[in-house]
């Protein structure tokens, strides 16, 4: 007996050891390249892409939010076609699926090498309609989580209709004149009102005092119930509404959003009577993360989230980590039949490969800054006011 109970304690004995021999499966690990820049023209903007990527690493790996432990690795994209190429091919060797960039030609060069390396790339910012141009004319490997230039157009066109502006002035940015241009494309086609004129300044790089003597030259000619929209999401825009307004500038101010559309910058200005688009506000819960987003960004990075450029590319690495299925054709299938969760909405694409922006879970927001408060005048289900005039 006491033989069989020994053999017996020898055997459980072999039995555990062998357990503690077998490795346990480690958890994939998926690399997500973001494509920022962090020099050049842009890198305002840059600075708010690369910490909004950052804070979606940990917020997927923190909340479980993808089937794979998540690593993001970063390129500087600068600010022309060429940086953001290269940035891309470094990347390319590295990262299982690709997301960020900033303007349209810099996106377009991108998908272009996308499909040459067959490598996913998702577009976080750029709105380029070109992209779509290359999904329906084969090149099945490249997405857009952002705004494409129609939805730029209409949201300015709705905000338009909204004022019942008499006239309107388009003030747009040079190093972003393709999208500005498409932009002002939608809005013209619109009809909504009036046009008065357009003019694009420069960077102050290139031409320091441009912006100023844009300023005062469309302060001559708005009026009361003008608007003047504004398509410089970077910071020379501030300095472009202080001018305006210090000579005199009237009327209501629609900014496509960015740093005009950061609380703080807006009260540090002093400015009131301004309207802006940006994909998501911190007090309106499109989702269980909008909040988190703004909370935890503040918290970690001690600013004020951005609501578009960067808010949109924490959503493409969130949107890449909950496609990703195994391999780069999976992907693709799953990212043109599902639905994924980001801080902004819900995002489904179409046959384009396009965000369906303006749908019932995915919608942009057009706020007002008056006298020190953010009004929301559109979408409808969320609108806490009418446009307020000065």
Known sequence: MKRIFVLWMLTLLLVLITIGCVQQPQEETLTIGVIVPETGVFSTAGKAMKNAATLAEEHINTLGLSEYKVKVIFADGGSTPEESKAAFMELSSKADIIVGTYSSDQSVVCA?????????????????????????????????????????GLLAAEFLRLSGAERYYFVGYDPLKTFNQGMLKEIEKANVTKKLGETYYLSTKVSPNDYLEKAEKVTKILEDRDVLVLGDPGG?????????????????????????????????????????????????????????????????????????????????????????????????KKLETGEFKGASGIYRFNENHQALWGSEDLKGVIGEFVNGSILIVYPENLKTSDVVWP
């Open 236 to 332: 020379t825009s501030v300095g472009f509404v202080k001018a305006y307004r210090n000579a005199g500038g009237k009327g209501i101010i629609y900014s496509v959003g960015g740093v005009l559309a950061l609380p703080k910058t807006l009260r540090d200005l002093n400015e009131s009577y301004i309207a802006f688009q940006a994909a998501a506000l911190e007090d309106i819960e499109k989702t269980d993360l909008t909040k988190k987003y703004f909370e935890d960004y503040k918290e970690k990075f001690g600013e004020e989230a951005n609501n578009y450029a960067g808010i949109l590319t924490y959503d493409a690495v969130l949107i890449a980590a909950q496609a990703w299925a195994g391999d780069t054709e999976k992907t693709i």
């Open 112 to 152: 272009e090498a996308a499909k040459e390396n067959k490598k996913v790339f998702i577009a976080s910012v750029a709105s380029a309609e070109q992209l779509e141009k290359m999904v329906s004319e084969g090149n099945k490997y490249v997405f857009r989580n952002a705004y494409n230039t129609s939805y730029w």
